[in-house]
């Protein structure tokens, strides 16, 4: 018999195997003092709010910060892990491509002065990177 953790995961990689099956996903189920999680990690691929919206009914509930409580969902009625993360990587390559055509856009002369990016986006230039990529399919 498995652990309720290790059954979420298995149900999770199959739901993720389904939707997006040239992803290449890996998924660790973990069990701790006061709760369980799963932890997905993937690089390029959908970005991250695609995953989160098929995997969070998975959570059982969520943390409130203000009374410093975990408020349980009283309407699931299959497994769930107190915290399912996803966590999205960007290859390098792709990273440094996507930083040499802002730079040609926004005429950016130098693309390693970071002054240079931080007088042109008041950000530096992994930041102005991060926002281009992370809503991207890649």
């Given amino acids: 018999m498995k652990s309720e953790h290790a059954e979420v995961a298995q149900t999770i990689r199959k739901e993720l195997k389904e939707k997006f099956p040239g992803i290449k996903f890996s998924i660790r189920?973990?069990?701790f003092a006061g709760g369980n999680s799963v932890d997905i990690y993937y690089t390029n691929g959908v970005p991250?709010?695609?995953v989160?919206?098929?995997v969070d009914k998975y959570e059982s509930g969520h943390f409130d910060g203000?009374?410093?409580c975990y408020n349980y969902y009283s309407n699931r009625d299959y497994p769930t892990v107190k915290f399912v993360m996803v966590d999205r990587k960007i290859?390098?390559?792709i990273r440094e491509?996507?930083?040499i055509d802002i730079a040609k856009k926004?005429?950016?002369e130098d693309i390693n002065n970071e002054q240079e990016w931080f007088n042109k986006f008041n950000a530096w230039s992994n930041a102005v990177v991060y926002r281009e990529l992370v809503n991207k399919s890649l």
Avoid: F, V
Wanted: charged share 50%; proline share 0%; glycine share 4%.
């Fill in 91 to 93: 290859a390098d390559d």
């Fill in 66 to 68: 203000m009374t410093d």
């Fill in 52 to 54: 989160r919206k098929l």
């Fill in 106 to 108: 926004y005429g950016i």
């Fill in 48 to 50: 991250e709010d695609e």
């Fill in 97 to 99: 491509r996507t930083k």
């Fill in 29 to 31: 189920s973990e069990c």
